[in-house]
């Protein structure tokens, strides 16, 4: 059980550090930081491998560069529907 809470903890950290360098963290509330984390750390994870020091079984590195993919493709995509 402890694991899982540190895996949301973590999880959000990362989303809330991705959303602090690409400027969209203001826009997005806790547990879309949460979901910004996790998805993007498993993509980073996916895309770059576990490389780097790891908390709660994230690799940091890969996934705050997945999280900050995520968090543009994210932004991208709903900025197009708010134009149209």
């Known amino acids: 059980m402890l694991h899982w809470i540190w895996v949301l903890i973590v ?12 400027g969209h963290g203001r826009s997005m509330n806790w547990i879309a930081n949460i979901l910004a984390g996790l998805i993007g750390s498993s993509l980073g994870q996916a895309l770059l491998g576990e490389w780097g020091p790891q908390v709660a079984g994230m690799a940091i590195v890969p996934s705050i560069l997945g999280a900050v993919i995520l968090v543009i493709i994210v932004a991208f995509v709903v900025s197009r529907f708010h134009t149209a």
């Not at 999880?11 to 550090?17: E, N, T």
């Open 11 to 22: 999880g959000g950290v990362i989303g809330l550090i991705a959303g602090a360098l690409t």
